[in-house]
């Protein structure tokens, strides 16, 4: 995951409760009813490398339609990030160890 400063600046409710949870093995926080993109996204330049040309991405249509916001768990379950809440104890992966898996959605 890129070093560089977040892509999202939060400048309204900011008073919601942190929700703890993990992304690519470290710890992290969100606000409560933060989406997983939002999570992401408001403290990392990108969401995650395009499996394929490994460009970054950073989802395109945020309603969850378009297929760019993919996310996998720990346990490799494959969500998108655009319409799906952080949960607390979440545990979340953008830079998948298999790109075959991620792409099509997992291990078969």
């Known amino acids: 995951m890129s070093s560089s400063p977040a892509l999202l600046h939060r400048v309204a409710e900011k008073s919601r409760a942190p929700v703890h949870f993990t992304l690519n093995g470290q710890p992290a926080a969100a606000l409560q009813g933060d989406t997983v993109l939002t999570a992401i996204l408001t403290q990392h330049a990108q969401l995650r490398r395009n499996e394929f ?17 993919w996310v ?34 997992g291990p078969a």
């Open 53 to 69: 040309s490994h460009e970054p991405r950073a989802g395109f249509c945020l309603m969850g339609a378009c297929q760019d916001c």
């Open 72 to 105: 996998m768990t720990d346990s490799g379950e494959r969500l998108r990030a655009c319409s799906t809440f952080v949960t607390p104890g979440m545990a979340l992966r953008t830079e998948p160890t298999d790109a075959a898996n991620f792409a099509s959605g």
